[in-house]
């Protein structure tokens, strides 16, 4: 009964391809689609997935200098934060693509950018412009769900000059997955497998939008 339903002159192309992914399973592909994306590609999600930083004064990673009344960063040479990202978005956010930027760090004196004079440490590489960044972590999720938060990772800073510092500016990549790129994705390893051909998937998507 099913294969009659699966004909081509039998459905409309939406409809074919609707109920192949219901048949399929819509989720399966999406992550094959998105994961290991290089940073280059992924969009600027700072707004929707917010940094929460916070100033470590206990952590073991400490140094010579002084520090302002009430926590603030001052000349201390070796600086220690605990970062988490909460994700206010309504969609997941793609466990493998997400990462935190060093957008800058700026000297209080001059308000120059002094990212570069600084040993930021524990880094998982450079964005293509050369700001350091960090690998979110989420507990071994494939996702990060809506409104839920990554785990607090360390962001150590060794300030060898004693430069008088504000807290890092910081920034959030990552591919937020929503119902269309899920769609997308589910397509495009059913064009792989040669269950739809890519003018059925093309059609399907025009009549989506």
């Known amino acids: 009964m099913i ?3 699966l004909e081509r002159e039998t459905l409309p192309y939406l409809g074919r391809v609707c109920l192949l992914l219901f048949l399929f399973g819509l989720g399966g592909g999406s992550e094959k689609t998105y994961g ?3 940073n280059g590609e992924l969009v600027d999600l700072t707004g929707g997935v917010i940094p929460l930083l ?3 004064s206990g952590g073991s990673f400490s140094g010579g200098g002084e520090l302002f009344s009430g926590g603030s960063l001052s000349s201390r040479g070796d600086v220690r934060y605990l970062v988490r990202v909460k994700n206010q978005t309504g969609d997941p956010i793609d466990a493998d693509s997400l990462i935190l930027v060093v957008d800058k760090i700026q000297e ?6 002094v990212t570069t004079s600084l040993d ?3 880094t998982d590489g450079n964005t293509e412009d050369g700001k350091p960044y960090f690998r979110v972590p989420v507990g071994g999720q494939a996702e990060l769900p809506p409104y839920g938060e990554s785990e607090s990772f360390p962001i150590e800073i060794k300030n060898p000059d004693l430069l008088r510092l504000y807290p890092p500016v910081l920034r959030v990549r990552g591919i937020r997955k929503t119902a269309s ?6 397509l495009q390893n059913m064009i792989q497998e ?3 051909t890519s003018e059925e998937a093309e059609k399907a998507m025009d009549q989506t939008q």
Request: proline content about 7%; overall charge neutral; aromatic content about 12%.
């Open 3 to 5: 294969p009659q339903f």
């Open 36 to 38: 290991d994306s290089p």
């Open 54 to 56: 916070t100033y470590d």
């Open 108 to 113: 209080m004196a001059r308000l120059r950018d």
């Open 120 to 122: 930021i440490r524990g």
């Open 181 to 186: 790129h899920a769609f997308q994705g589910a």
């Open 194 to 196: 040669g269950v739809v």
